[in-house]
C-alpha cells in the first residue's frame, strides 16, 4: 500500500474517527466483493469503459467562443487558427466520436455542451446515439432564463447532467440560484449535478490569447456540503479530485455520500502539493471514500486528436500500482457510471 497523502491533515476528532473506519470499510468491500470477470481480466487490463468526461465542441461551441474578439472572425477561422478539425454538424460530430469509442472499445461517454445555450448540439448526438451518449450541458445559473433552460433540457431535450463552473460564471454557490437549480435537479430521475472546482484554466482560450477571468476562490468544494446535504439523492460529481482542492474535496465526499469525484484529464494541479504524486490521490480516496464513488474521465474535447488514451492508461497503471483489485477497478472504470445513468 501506498503512504497516505501527506499534504491533508485531519485535525478534528472527528476526523481522525473517520478515517479508520473509512479504510477498514473499503479494505472489508474490496476483499469480499465478486468482481464481474467480463469487465476486468485476471492482468487487470480493462475490457468495458465508460468516460464520464468529454466536451462536445460543436459549430455552435466556436461560433460562440469566435465572438469572445472581434478579430477572431467567425467560428469556421477559429478552427483554422487552431489547427484543429471542424466538427460538421452535431450528427457528424457525433458519428466521430461514436468511431473514436469504437476503436477503443469505450461502451458509453459523457458529453459535455461546453458553452451555456448549445444544450440542442449534445441533445442531436445524444438522440442519435442513446445507448452510448450521456448528455450534459454549461449552465449559468446567474441568467434570467437558467431555470426554463434546465427544465427544457432535462425534459425535452432528454439530458442527464448539469454542469456548474461557479469560478468562470461568478456566483457563489450557496446562491440561491444554485439551489433553484439543484432543486428541479434533484426531481428529475436520473439527473445529476456537475460543479467545477479549485483551479479553473481553458487550455482554448490561452491558445487564441483570450483571458480567463476566473476567482478560483468561488470554486471551494466546501461549498457544496450544504447543497448536497439539502439534496441527498442528487448526484454532484467534482472533477479532477478539486483541481487543486484536493483535500477540501475528499472532506466534502466524506461528509456527504451523494458527492462523486472523476479523475479527468493529467490532473497537473498536483504540483500545488509537495511530494505528492497522482498515485497517493488513488490510494488516499480509496482509502476514505472506497471505489464506488471514483468515476474514470479523459476531459477529451477536439479532433484530430480524440480520446485521450494516454490519460486512461496513465491512470491505469496507478491502479495496477497500488494494487488495487477487480472490484475497485471495474467499478471506477464503468460499473459507478452504469449506476449512476442508468439507461
Same mark, same amino acid.
Given at each position: 500500500?501506498?503512504?497516505?497523502?501527506?499534504?491533508?491533515?485531519?485535525?478534528?476528532?472527528?476526523?481522525?474517527?473517520?478515517?479508520?473506519?473509512?479504510v477498514s470499510h473499503?479494505?472489508?468491500? %474490496?476483499?469480499?466483493?465478486?468482481?464481474?470477470?467480463?469487465?476486468?481480466?485476471?492482468?487487470?487490463?480493462?475490457?468495458?469503459?465508460?468516460?464520464?468526461?468529454?466536451?462536445?465542441?460543436?459549430?455552435?461551441?466556436?461560433?460562440? %467562443?469566435?465572438?469572445?474578439?472581434?478579430?477572431?472572425?467567425?467560428?469556421?477561422?477559429?478552427?483554422?487558427? %487552431? $489547427?484543429?478539425?471542424?466538427? $460538421?454538424?452535431?450528427?457528424?460530430?457525433?458519428?466521430?466520436?461514436?468511431?473514436?469509442?469504437?476503436?477503443?472499445?469505450?461502451?458509453?461517454?459523457?458529453?459535455?455542451?461546453?458553452?451555456?445555450?448549445?444544450?440542442?448540439?449534445?441533445?442531436?448526438?445524444?438522440?442519435?446515439?442513446? !445507448?452510448?451518449?450521456?448528455?450534459?450541458?454549461?449552465?449559468?445559473?446567474?441568467?434570467?432564463?437558467?431555470?426554463?433552460? &434546465?427544465?427544457?433540457?432535462?425534459?425535452?431535450? $432528454?439530458?442527464?447532467?448539469?454542469?456548474?463552473?461557479?469560478?468562470?460564471?461568478?456566483?457563489?454557490?450557496?446562491?440561491?440560484?444554485?439551489?433553484?437549480?439543484?432543486?428541479?435537479?434533484?426531481?428529475?430521475?436520473?439527473?445529476?449535478?456537475?460543479?467545477?472546482?479549485?483551479?479553473?484554466?481553458?487550455?482554448?482560450?490561452?491558445?487564441l490569447g483570450l483571458?480567463?477571468?476566473?476567482?478560483?476562490? %468561488?470554486?471551494?468544494?466546501?461549498?457544496?456540503?450544504?447543497?448536497?446535504?439539502r439534496f441527498p439523492?442528487?448526484?454532484?460529481?467534482?472533477?479532477?479530485?478539486?483541481?487543486?482542492?484536493? /483535500?477540501?474535496?475528499?472532506?466534502?465526499?466524506?461528509?456527504?455520500?451523494?458527492?462523486?469525484?472523476?479523475?479527468?484529464?493529467?490532473?497537473?494541479?498536483?504540483?500545488?502539493? &509537495?511530494?505528492?504524486?497522482?498515485?497517493?490521490?488513488?490510494?488516499?480516496?480509496?482509502?476514505?471514500?472506497?471505489?464506488?464513488?471514483?468515476?474514470?474521465?479523459? !476531459?477529451?474535447?477536439?479532433?484530430?486528436?480524440?480520446?485521450?488514451?494516454?490519460?486512461?492508461?496513465? #491512470?491505469?497503471?496507478?491502479? #495496477?500500482?497500488?494494487?488495487?483489485?477487480?472490484?475497485? &477497478?471495474? /467499478?471506477?472504470?464503468?460499473?459507478?457510471?452504469?449506476?449512476?445513468?442508468?439507461?
Amino acid at each position: 500500500m501506498h503512504k497516505s497523502l501527506p499534504a491533508i491533515q485531519y485535525e478534528s476528532l472527528a476526523f481522525q474517527n473517520i478515517i479508520p473506519s473509512a479504510v477498514s470499510h473499503t479494505r472489508s468491500i %474490496l476483499a469480499h466483493s465478486e468482481p464481474n470477470e467480463d469487465t476486468i481480466r485476471e492482468d487487470m487490463t480493462v475490457t468495458h469503459l465508460n468516460d464520464i468526461h468529454c466536451h462536445f465542441f460543436s459549430e455552435h461551441f466556436f461560433s460562440v %467562443l469566435s465572438r469572445s474578439r472581434a478579430d477572431l472572425g467567425t467560428g469556421s477561422t477559429v478552427v483554422d487558427a %487552431l $489547427g484543429w478539425d471542424h466538427p $460538421g454538424s452535431p450528427i457528424a460530430l457525433a458519428q466521430r466520436w461514436i468511431n473514436e469509442m469504437d476503436v477503443h472499445k469505450i461502451s458509453r461517454v459523457a458529453l459535455i455542451a461546453s458553452v451555456p445555450g448549445d444544450e440542442d448540439s449534445v441533445a442531436t448526438a445524444v438522440a442519435a446515439h442513446p !445507448d452510448r451518449f450521456v448528455g450534459q450541458f454549461m449552465l449559468d445559473p446567474t441568467q434570467d432564463d437558467a431555470v426554463e433552460r &434546465t427544465e427544457r433540457a432535462l425534459t425535452d431535450l $432528454g439530458l442527464r447532467g448539469i454542469c456548474l463552473f461557479p469560478a468562470m460564471h461568478h456566483y457563489s454557490l450557496d446562491d440561491e440560484c444554485v439551489s433553484r437549480i439543484a432543486s428541479l435537479a434533484s426531481a428529475k430521475k436520473h439527473a445529476t449535478l456537475f460543479v467545477h472546482c479549485g483551479v479553473l484554466s481553458v487550455g482554448i482560450r490561452k491558445k487564441l490569447g483570450l483571458p480567463n477571468n476566473f476567482d478560483v476562490r %468561488l470554486g471551494d468544494p466546501l461549498a457544496i456540503v450544504p447543497l448536497a446535504l439539502r439534496f441527498p439523492n442528487l448526484p454532484i460529481i467534482i472533477p479532477h479530485f478539486g483541481a487543486g482542492f484536493f /483535500r477540501e474535496a475528499l472532506i466534502a465526499a466524506d461528509l456527504c455520500s451523494n458527492i462523486y469525484l472523476d479523475t479527468s484529464s493529467s490532473n497537473n494541479w498536483i504540483k500545488y502539493h &509537495t511530494n505528492v504524486t497522482l498515485t497517493d490521490v488513488f490510494q488516499q480516496v480509496l482509502d476514505i471514500l472506497g471505489p464506488d464513488r471514483l468515476l474514470f474521465g479523459s !476531459d477529451s474535447s477536439f479532433f484530430p486528436r480524440g480520446w485521450q488514451k494516454p490519460i486512461f492508461e496513465s #491512470q491505469q497503471a496507478v491502479l #495496477q500500482e497500488i494494487d488495487a483489485d477487480l472490484y475497485a &477497478t471495474q /467499478r471506477i472504470f464503468y460499473e459507478n457510471f452504469e449506476r449512476i445513468f442508468a439507461l
